[in-house]
């Protein structure tokens, strides 16, 4: 019964540094979404995906891949890190009829980039 | 992109008040709902909103969807210090949410 689970919960780069965020659902959820938490900003769409093997941008995607080789994984992979990216990072999934169940949350990476 | 924004920023209330916050889009949504943040924790949902003028409880909670699509609010009735934490709303586009700013609350005893 583990959900959403990210990996790792924290972390310190500096910059330039690249990444790759983990986040893994055993739901068997079609939909993965990965956004992004900042004072002030709410959560900002990064990355999803409806499905294995598809990706699509979101609001904010610069600076940021992802891929969807398998339907339980969603990575997510910061390059070449930018104090810019310090944020919270929240991974959630959902089944493709979120309107009635909403999205399933990850409780979060902390990143912060020196 | 789209953005929603949520009124108040933040709010600090006495233990036993009522509360209320909206959120506000220049779009339309034909799907509303309600998140709560708890400190360290990813969003959990609180409620869902299907159709304009709706209005639903979940316990002390209670969301409308309002009759323009474009709003919706969210009042809860006698707080309690385990109501901190940050409300989020959220609009439904098509095969993603897009969230709000947010409403932060603090409960004093």
């Known amino acids: 019964n583990a959900g959403v689970t990210q990996t790792p919960k924290f972390r310190v780069l500096k910059t330039g540094q690249s990444m790759t965020l983990l986040c893994a659902q055993d739901?068997?959820?079609?939909?993965m979404y990965w956004y992004r938490q900042d004072p002030g900003m709410g959560l900002r769409l990064i990355h999803y995906s409806v499905g294995e093997g598809t990706t699509a941008k979101g609001e904010v995607p610069d600076g940021y891949n992802v891929s969807r080789l398998k339907k339980q994984n969603f990575l997510l992979g910061l390059e070449s890190a930018a104090p810019s990216q310090t944020s919270v990072y929240f991974c959630?999934?959902?089944?493709?009829?979120?309107?009635?169940?909403?999205?399933?949350f990850g409780s979060g990476t902390r990143l912060t980039v020196v | 992109g789209q953005q929603l924004n949520q009124s108040p920023q933040s709010m600090f209330i006495q233990e036993g008040e009522d509360v209320s916050m909206n959120c506000t889009s220049s779009s339309i949504f034909n799907t509303w709902l309600w998140y709560k943040q708890d400190p360290g924790e990813g969003p959990v949902l609180l409620i869902a909103?299907?159709?304009?003028?709706e209005l639903t409880s979940n316990g002390r909670l209670t969301a409308q969807f309002g009759i323009t699509r474009k709003d919706s609010f969210l009042n809860i009735s006698a707080s309690i210090p385990s109501d901190v934490g940050i409300y989020f709303c959220?609009?439904?586009?098509?095969?993603?949410?897009?969230f709000g700013t947010g409403t932060r609350l603090q409960v004093f005893p």
């Open positions: 959630a999934s959902s089944y493709r009829a979120w309107e009635v169940y909403g999205y399933t």
């Open positions: 909103l299907y159709k304009a003028g």
């Open positions: 739901m068997n959820h079609e939909y």
């Open positions: 959220a609009g439904g586009d098509t095969d993603k949410l897009i």
